[in-house]
């Protein structure tokens, strides 16, 4: 089997400029000029890339047909899990994501995992998790998936 690593998550968005700039002031990212276009921008979120793909890169990538309609958010049908260095940092970007524009859409709270998490939405309704281990895994671990708490 071939080596591999996750290297790109790319987000289609209708101001790419916009979408760049909430997250990187939302978790610090610098910007990847070299990467930029007319239709695209590219922060690098240490050890990936977080990119913004304007609608034209629904053609270019032979996915018309999934294009969303009308200007709601987008349907849900993946996200991502950004990793903090602490507890304090998931209450902190909770906020400040709703002073950018975005939403909480659940707020901090301790997974039955043992993790501080919160799930947000960027200003476009991406959905997205922050997330900090504060330690391997809990008692619940004994648990049944379904007796779990969420």
Do not use: W
């Not at 609608?55 to 999934?66: C, F, I, M, S």
């Not at 998931?90 to 659940?106: H, P, S, T």
């Amino acid at each position: 089997m071939a080596k591999a690593r996750l290297a790109y998550v790319n987000l289609f968005a209708r101001d790419i400029a916009a979408q760049s700039a909430f997250y990187s002031r939302l978790f610090g990212f610098a910007e990847i000029e070299a990467h930029r276009s007319p239709i695209y921008r590219c922060l690098d979120a240490n050890g990936a890339e977080l990119g913004f793909n304007a609608p034209e890169a629904y053609g270019l990538l032979a996915l018309d047909a999934r294009r969303p309609q009308g200007e709601g958010p987008v349907p849900l049908g993946a996200y991502f899990t950004i990793e903090v260095d602490s507890a304090d940092a998931v209450d902190r970007i909770a906020a400040e994501c709703r002073q950018l524009g975005g939403a909480v859409l659940k707020e901090p709270y301790l997974t039955y995992y043992n993790a501080r998490q919160a799930v947000l939405a960027d200003p476009e309704g991406n959905v997205f998790r922050v997330n900090h281990r504060i330690s391997h895994r809990t008692a619940y671990d004994d648990l049944p998936p379904e007796s779990r708490p969420v």
